[in-house]
């Protein structure tokens, strides 16, 4: 079967805001972690998002890997390819998104992208091609301070030219708000002048309905994942996409339910509270974890003890800043770190291969160490726990899906942690067998 959407995504919780928009908006989607290779099995997915770490990568090595992932995903059949970097166009004057963005689209044989970032629902929106977040230009935001890409210009036609040999174009919101034929026209004009690249202004989730009906037949788009949330309509439209009631439908899920958390964030840290309300927890602590080994094996113990009464259970890390602040001058800020990633990948493969089949991670680091350190290549996105993030099933070799819940730190309301099961629940359609 083939799919409709191939999308290659510059970093993990990128792809996943991304499927999870697609699903909401009515596709069947598979993520993809690094880049696929050999035989995979995606089902029936309409969408596939392959997830890099490209952002940050040397600019040679992100290349290589979008156009072996977009070389992938076009032999499934896609109809549209979709290259997704963030909301906050996180770039520097090298890339990647200039370099990626033309590598693709040499690939691809066309001679015209668009380049959408706005997420409205999320306060990113351009204007006569400047980004703000919120109320605040781009450069006022605090992402001029970001450690690796600190986004110092809000014009993103001057940005993206810096990036760019090609000429570097604007879809201004007075031609937005003419529809979508006088977009398309626009767009065809510019492409004849030789423009590349082009920057488009949005406004709101309309100015995206606009924009997703002039590129629907675009080989190559790409934007943030707000785009995402307006193309599967334009599919449907066009016959591309068949209407699934609920494309974002669970197996059932099955063994017991643990919660990971590695971030020190607030939301994260309200939400621990929260959940020791109610369920028992472990705190890991980074420094006894330097010291002695028997502490990751005390928190092996108190976790199985738990979940053999059932669970949930939560081992966490997340302390206030004072606490990691400690640790980080005792250990510094890389082994502290490095520490608690370890410890919480140990865990989850250790208690996942004692019966854990429910399993909730907090934080961007700490879900990359987990999925690493399960060895998960492949997750099959469902609805929504709260904004951005979904539950998702990484299937297994002679056994049930495991179902996994990875939140980035600052997302998801305070009783997340246990909400999160009974919504896994209900996507699967009611009880646990
Ligand atoms: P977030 O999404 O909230 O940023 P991350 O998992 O991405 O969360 O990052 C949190 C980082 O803090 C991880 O590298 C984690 O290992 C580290 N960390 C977690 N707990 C502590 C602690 N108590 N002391 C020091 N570092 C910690």
Same mark, same amino acid.
């Given at each position: %079967?083939?799919?409709?959407?191939?999308?290659?995504?510059?970093?993990?919780?990128?792809?996943?805001? #991304?499927?999870?928009?697609? *699903?909401?908006?009515? %596709?069947?989607?598979?993520?993809?972690?690094?880049?696929?290779?050999?035989?995979?099995?995606?089902?029936?997915?309409?969408?596939?998002?392959?997830?890099?770490?490209?952002?940050?990568?040397?600019?040679?090595?992100? +290349?290589?890997?979008?156009?072996?992932?977009?070389?992938?995903?076009?032999?499934? &059949?896609?109809?549209?390819?979709?290259?997704?970097?963030?909301?906050?166009?996180?770039?520097?004057?090298?890339?990647?998104?200039?370099?990626?963005?033309?590598?693709?689209?040499?690939?691809?044989?066309?001679?015209?992208?668009? %380049? +959408? $970032?706005?997420?409205?629902?999320?306060?990113?929106?351009?204007?006569?091609?400047?980004?703000?977040?919120?109320?605040?230009?781009?450069?006022?935001?605090? %992402?001029?301070?970001?450690?690796?890409?600190?986004?110092?210009? @809000?014009?993103? *036609?001057?940005?993206? &030219?810096?990036?760019? $040999?090609?000429?570097?174009?604007? +879809?201004?919101?007075?031609?937005?708000?003419?529809?979508?034929?006088?977009?398309?026209?626009?767009?065809?004009?510019?492409?004849?002048?030789?423009?590349?690249?082009?920057?488009?202004?949005?406004?709101?989730?309309?100015?995206?309905?606009?924009?997703?009906?002039?590129?629907?037949?675009?080989?190559? *788009?790409?934007?943030?994942?707000?785009?995402?949330?307006? #193309? @599967?309509?334009? =599919?449907?439209?066009?016959?591309?996409?068949?209407?699934?009631?609920?494309?974002?439908?669970?197996?059932?899920?099955?063994?017991?339910?643990?919660?990971?958390?590695?971030?020190?964030?607030?939301?994260?840290?309200?939400? +621990?509270?929260?959940?020791?309300?109610?369920?028992?927890?472990?705190?890991?602590?980074?420094?006894?974890?330097?010291?002695?080994?028997?502490?990751?094996?005390?928190?092996?113990?108190?976790?199985?003890?738990? #979940?053999?009464?059932?669970?949930?259970?939560?081992? =966490?890390?997340?302390?206030?800043?004072?606490?990691?602040?400690?640790?980080?001058?005792?250990?510094?800020?890389?082994?502290?770190?490095? #520490?608690?990633?370890?410890?919480?990948?140990?865990?989850?493969?250790?208690?996942?291969?004692?019966?854990?089949?429910?399993?909730?991670?907090? &934080?961007?680091?700490?879900?990359?160490?987990?999925?690493?350190?399960?060895?998960?290549?492949?997750?099959?996105?469902?609805?929504?726990?709260?904004? &951005?993030?979904?539950?998702?099933?990484?299937?297994?070799?002679?056994?049930? @899906?495991?179902?996994?819940?990875?939140?980035?730190?600052?997302?998801?309301?305070?009783?997340?942690?246990?909400?999160?099961?009974?919504?896994?629940?209900?996507?699967?359609?009611?009880?646990?067998?």
């Amino acid at each position: %079967m083939s799919i409709t959407l191939g999308a290659v995504a510059d970093d993990f919780t990128g792809a996943t805001d #991304l499927a999870n928009n697609l *699903v909401r908006a009515g %596709m069947r989607c598979v993520q993809l972690i690094g880049v696929p290779g050999g035989s995979i099995n995606i089902g029936d997915a309409d969408a596939v998002v392959v997830a890099l770490k490209s952002r940050t990568r040397p600019v040679d090595q992100a +290349v290589e890997e979008s156009l072996a992932s977009i070389d992938w995903l076009i032999k499934q &059949g896609a109809c549209q390819v979709f290259f997704k970097y963030c909301s906050t166009f996180d770039s520097t004057d090298e890339g990647n998104i200039g370099p990626v963005a033309d590598a693709l689209l040499k690939r691809i044989g066309s001679d015209q992208t668009v %380049m +959408v $970032p706005a997420f409205p629902a999320n306060g990113r929106t351009v204007y006569q091609g400047h980004l703000f977040v919120m109320d605040r230009l781009l450069n006022e935001s605090g %992402m001029q301070n970001h450690p690796l890409t600190p986004m110092k210009d @809000p014009d993103l *036609v001057r940005v993206l &030219g810096r990036q760019t $040999p090609h000429s570097v174009g604007l +879809v201004a919101h007075s031609l937005i708000s003419q529809g979508g034929d006088a977009v398309r026209r626009h767009l065809a004009s510019q492409a004849e002048a030789g423009v590349r690249h082009v920057i488009c202004d949005t406004l709101d989730e309309s100015d995206l309905d606009v924009l997703a009906e002039a590129v629907v037949e675009h080989p190559l *788009v790409t934007g943030g994942s707000g785009l995402g949330q307006a #193309l @599967p309509e334009q =599919y449907r439209r066009r016959g591309w996409l068949a209407e699934v009631a609920e494309p974002g439908r669970l197996s059932p899920p099955t063994g017991s339910a643990l919660v990971l958390s590695g971030s020190c964030s607030r939301a994260t840290l309200r939400q +621990v509270s929260c959940f020791l309300e109610h369920y028992p927890g472990f705190a890991l602590d980074p420094l006894s974890l330097a010291e002695r080994a028997g502490h990751l094996e005390a928190a092996l113990d108190f976790a199985r003890q738990e #979940l053999a009464q059932g669970g949930p259970v939560l081992v =966490y890390a997340s302390a206030d800043p004072e606490r990691v602040q400690a640790a980080q001058a005792a250990l510094g800020v890389a082994q502290a770190g490095e #520490l608690v990633e370890q410890a919480l990948g140990r865990l989850a493969k250790q208690l996942v291969d004692e019966g854990v089949g429910r399993l909730v991670v907090a &934080g961007g680091e700490s879900s990359g160490a987990v999925v690493s350190a399960l060895g998960i290549r492949q997750l099959r996105i469902g609805g929504q726990i709260d904004p &951005g993030v979904p539950w998702t099933q990484a299937p297994r070799e002679g056994k049930a @899906p495991l179902s996994l819940a990875l939140k980035s730190g600052n997302f998801g309301g305070e009783d997340f942690f246990t909400r999160a099961f009974s919504v896994l629940d209900e996507l699967a359609g009611g009880e646990r067998p």
